[in-house]
């Protein structure tokens, strides 16, 4: 969660800056996120290393 929330906090930075780059940074944020809050909800199992990957990824390309 620590990890989405410092990627949420670049996004918004990027957004301020380029809102362009915030958008595509969002278009990329958004499966992860859906992804496992659909597993949730049904109650399926989540690869919290596998989101943890993605979203390590994720907030180098918005660094």
Do not use: F, H
């Not at 989405?4 to 990027?14: C, D, Y």
């Not at 909800?41 to 990957?53: I, Y």
């Amino acid at each position: 969660m620590a990890k989405g929330t410092k990627l949420s906090q670049l996004v918004q930075a990027k957004m301020a800056a380029d809102p362009n780059a915030g958008q595509a940074m969002m278009a990329k944020m958004q499966p992860v996120m859906q992804s496992y809050q659909g597993k949730l909800s049904s109650g399926q199992t989540v690869d919290w290393d596998a989101v943890c990957s993605q979203y390590d990824d994720l907030i180098k390309q918005a660094q």
